[in-house]
């Protein structure tokens, strides 16, 4: 079947705008995580959805950064009012189980100018 | 806090030289590890897992990693690397959360010349 999937692939924007980054897991993965890779260092974890469960939002920047999903299908990350130093690889993850491995999208990257 | 420590950024090795990178974690329980590759212009992929019983696991394309934990270590091996092992490498752990969040080390580049 289908990997993970995310949308845009790339996204150039002004500071100061908002920006909705997809992510379609792989079907029947209840688990879902967002990570951010900045360049040159590994991944950070962002959040965490597992099914309707309150998701894990330990790992969110500042207020500017939120995320949503819906049951066990798409998420979204926002960023509003983007800074540069939101530029970064932004990184989603699904998985049938927390336990298991992760299965990673090929990532959105974002440029703020 | 929690983290990962890879200690070689940039390895250059020459065709069939042996290869082993670093990984070393802080936090004392229970562990889940993992190494990932990214190929160029490719995504993020498990090479390699432990999660219990014979610390010495195998991966894919002939790797494979030793988990110490008395030297809260996780190092990546192969014996003789490719020119396709090129690709940044990436040691994660799934410490004690119940969440499964993995926290990443730096990544690790491999350049492989032929």
């Known amino acids: 079947g289908a990997g993970v999937s995310q949308s845009p692939s790339n996204k150039v924007t002004e500071k100061g705008k908002d920006v909705e980054l997809r992510c379609d897991p792989i079907?029947?993965?209840?688990?879902l995580y967002w990570y951010r890779q900045r360049l040159g260092q590994g991944l950070e974890f962002l959040i965490y959805?597992?099914?309707?469960?309150?998701?894990?939002k330990s790992g969110l920047p500042s207020d500017r950064f939120s995320a949503e999903r819906t049951g066990e299908s798409v998420s979204t990350l926002t960023i509003q009012r983007t800074q540069q130093e939101d530029s970064a690889v932004y990184l989603c993850a699904s998985t049938p189980t927390y336990k298991a491995e992760q299965f990673f999208g090929p990532g959105t990257r974002l440029t703020v100018l | 806090a929690q983290s990962v420590s890879q200690h070689n950024h940039h390895v250059i090795l020459s065709e069939a030289a042996s290869l082993e990178l670093g990984c070393n974690y802080s936090?004392?329980?229970?562990?889940?590890l993992f190494w990932y590759v990214q190929y160029p212009g490719q995504h993020l992929q498990l090479l390699l897992k432990y999660f219990s019983g014979d610390p010495l696991v195998k991966g894919i394309k002939g790797f494979e990693a030793e988990f110490i934990k008395s030297k809260f270590s996780f190092n990546l091996r192969k014996p003789s690397v490719q020119w396709s092992d090129t690709a940044e490498y990436f040691c994660?752990?799934?410490?004690?959360?119940?969440?499964?969040?993995?926290?990443f080390g730096q990544g690790t580049t491999l350049q492989v010349k032929p």
């Open positions: 936090y004392g329980g229970t562990v889940n």
């Open positions: 994660a752990v799934n410490a004690g959360s119940n969440t499964g969040k993995l926290i």
């Open positions: 959805f597992q099914g309707n469960s309150a998701p894990d």
């Open positions: 079907s029947g993965h209840t688990a």
